[in-house]
């Protein structure tokens, strides 16, 4: 091998090995492209339904702090007189449709029970649908105090849920505690 030899690259020889008129062409090809693209459209559609619902799990724990309104005098209630409200009024509450905030549209006091409708600006799965929070009280101690079941759940052992569940909202979309 002469002194002032060069070692060609693989790329040089494989530019030197096309018999075409045409310059030697770097990159990938289209249908490397679109391999790629196909592989990142698949992943981005295994990641949106969880997103979505995690979404909507978020507007259920949005309403929250507007339903702790509503569990004072409840709780209050049962711990002085050993009865439950039978309404808004009865609890010293507003009006149903004035108790709102961005996913909540009513919450309504009914037997004890507190009833989310959501509505505004929550999400198309939670349009309409109702979330109840049933006071859960030891019947003959009412010294303890009340405990909240959420949903679909059962009330704690030796503890009974007062008011009607009036839950709509799929189960797919309910927090882990209100199952």
Known sequence: MPQNATIPTRRQ???THVNTAKSCQHGFSLIELMVVVAI???????AVPSLS???IREHIVEAMPLANIAKAPVAAAWSTAQTLPEDNESAGLPEADK??????KSITVEDGAIHILFGNR???ALQGKTLTLRPAVVEDAPIVPVAWVCGHAKAPEKMVAMGADKTDIAKAHLPVNCL
Do not use: E, F, P, Q
Request: with cysteine.
């Open 122 to 124: 929550a999400n198309g």
């Open 40 to 46: 990142i459209a698949i992943i981005a559609l295994m």
């Open 53 to 55: 619902g995690k979404y």
């Open 99 to 104: 108790m709102v905030n961005n996913v909540v």
């Open 13 to 15: 020889i494989a530019c």
